[in-house]
Nanobody, 124 residues
Framework: QVQLVESGGGLVQTGGSLRLSCAASGYTFTTYAMGWFRQAPGKEREFVAAINWSGRKTYYSDSVKGRFTISRDNAKNTVALQMNSLKPEDTGVYYC?????????????????WGQGTQVTVSS
C-alpha cells in the first residue's frame, strides 16, 4: 500500500533552519508530483510547496518563497523541504502529499495520498 512517512520536524528558534524529509513507498514515485502542506492550530491546511515529477518545476506559496526549498530524489523515492529563516508563523504540522492536477499558478493541487505529518514549532 502507499505510504508517505515524514521526518525531521522539531523545535527551532526564530531565524533557524529545519529540513523535512518524506519517504514514499508502495507506488511508482515519478507518477506523481509531490507537495508539502501545513496546518497551524485552529487553521485550515494550506499549500506550502510542490515539485513536479522530474524535479525541474517547483512552486511555492508567497509566504515561504525565498525561504523554503523543495527537492526530490527519484532514485531514493524521497522529497525534502529545506526551511530557512523560520518564523513563528511557520509553526504547524507539516504534511507530505502525492499530488496531481495543478492549477495554473501551481498553488492548488489535488491530493491523492497524505503522510501522517510532522510537527514544526518555531519559538519567538
Amino acid at each position: 500500500q502507499v505510504q508517505l512517512v515524514e521526518s525531521g520536524g522539531g523545535l527551532v528558534q526564530t531565524g533557524g533552519s529545519l529540513r523535512l524529509s518524506c519517504a514514499a513507498s508502495g507506488y511508482t514515485f515519478t507518477t506523481y508530483a509531490m507537495g508539502w502542506f501545513r496546518q497551524a492550530p485552529g487553521k485550515e491546511r494550506e499549500f506550502v510547496a510542490a515539485i513536479n515529477w522530474s524535479g525541474r518545476k517547483t512552486y511555492y506559496s508567497d509566504s515561504v518563497k525565498g525561504r523554503f526549498t523543495i527537492s526530490r530524489d527519484n532514485a531514493k523515492n524521497t522529497v525534502a523541504l529545506q526551511m530557512n529563516s523560520l518564523k513563528p508563523e511557520d509553526t504547524g504540522v507539516y504534511y507530505c502529499a502525492a499530488v496531481s492536477s495543478p492549477s495554473s499558478s501551481g498553488t492548488v493541487w489535488e491530493t491523492d495520498y497524505w503522510g501522517q505529518g510532522t510537527q514544526v514549532t518555531v519559538s519567538s
